[in-house]
Antibody
Framework: QVQLQESGPGLVKPSETLSLICTVS????????WGWIRQSPGKGLEWIGYVYHNGGTNYNPSLMSRVTMSLDTSKNQFSLKLNSLTAADTAVYFC????????????????WGQGTLVTVSS | SYDLTQPPSVSVSPGQTANIPCSGDKLGDKYASWYQQKAGQSPVLVIY???RRPSGIPERFSGSNSGNTATLTISGTQVMDEGDYYCQAWDSDTYVFGTGTKVTVL
């Protein structure tokens, strides 16, 4: 059974950088796409981006200038960094998987973490 | 950017059928997926590639996609089906979510 677990600080100050880690169990991180999605309080889901199994990335154009994602294959983890934070970045952040078979990747997220609430406030 | 629009809410009586539409430009040319999110929980995939159900998802969940509209249908709706539902598509190498629909069973 594939499981994902987000970890990171629950409170970050404005203008600082958010750093989150997603730890994967039950699947190797060396395959598939690994994505981040966020949900502002009472709002809908927003795709942030994903990191490829080979370390390449693809980001939501609306957040591209502030986002960095990476993999740590030795720990079976991937990470999200979001800089220049404002109150509008307050949200629950989810990590999730897109299944790939070789270079053929699906168009949906099949496994999700439980999410972690990040509040941006001084 | 590509947008997917859903009605904010749908109400259905127990045992009846709920239809949740999702509209987007030429959505029928793409694959649509659907997620169920209950309060305080992470989303769960209930339909992928327009009409396929993941293992463990009840048969009462079905999907269709044609033209500009994808539809999630819940047949014989149960109280446990209450929650928020999001459609999602893949467009130009990006993952797009719909605006979400709150389903109330009463």
């Amino acid at each position: 059974q594939v499981q994902l677990q987000e970890s990171g600080p629950g409170l970050v100050k404005p203008s600082e950088t958010l750093s989150l880690i997603c730890t994967v169990s039950g699947a190797s991180i060396s395959g598939h796409y690994w994505g981040w999605i966020r949900q502002s309080p009472g709002k809908g889901l927003e795709w942030i981006g994903y990191v490829y199994h080979n370390g390449g990335t693809n980001y939501n154009p609306s957040l591209m200038s502030r986002v960095t994602m990476s993999l740590d294959t030795s720990k079976n983890q991937f990470s999200l960094k979001l800089n220049s934070l404002t109150a509008a970045d307050t949200a629950v952040y989810f990590c999730a998987r897109v299944y790939c078979s070789g270079t053929n990747c699906r168009t949906y997220f099949d496994y999700w973490g439980q999410g972690t609430l990040v509040t941006v406030s001084s | 950017s590509y947008d997917l629009t859903q009605p904010p809410s749908v109400s259905v009586s127990p045992g009846q059928t709920a239809n949740i539409p999702c509209s987007g430009d030429k959505l029928g040319d793409k694959y649509a997926s659907w997620y169920q999110q209950k309060a305080g929980q992470s989303p769960v995939l209930v339909i992928y590639e327009d009409n396929r159900r993941p293992s463990g998802i009840p048969e009462r969940f079905s999907g269709s996609n044609s033209g500009n509209t994808a539809t999630l249908t819940i047949s014989g709706t149960q109280v446990m089906d209450e929650g928020d539902y999001y459609c999602q598509a893949w467009d130009s190498d990006t993952y797009v979510f719909g605006t979400g629909t709150k389903v109330t069973v009463l």
